[in-house]
């Protein structure tokens, strides 16, 4: 199992990223797929998922109506559009997968890509 990060960088509060995640070595029907986020000094936290064999995502209350995930099978790869950035979103954001139903314990993880938000 391969998961490799990209597009994280430097943006001005209210600016948009698109975060990619290509995946490789495993089936997208069996993991649910997820992006979790840790700022420094702070304990990792999901971002957002999309269930196991898709048909449901997950937002967390703090980015829900900026962020979108979405997945395309047919490349692997899974996305992240973050929108309406804020320097609270500052962070290093992972992609990852669960062989549960929800991303509640992830068996994989990528290396993580570093976003920073300048007020």
Known sequence: ????????????????????????????DD?????????????????????KAGGSTYYADSVKGRFTMSSDNAKNTVFLQMN???PEDTAVYYCSIDSRMWCSAPDYWGQGTQVTVAS
């Open 31 to 51: 993991y649910a797929i997820g992006w979790f986020r840790q700022a420094p000094g702070k304990p990792r936290e999901g971002v957002s998922c999309i269930r």
């Open 84 to 86: 309406s950035l804020r």
């Open 1 to 28: 199992v391969q998961l490799v990060e990209s597009g994280g960088g430097l943006v001005q509060a209210g600016g948009s990223l698109r975060l990619s995640c290509a995946a490789s070595g495993f089936s997208f």
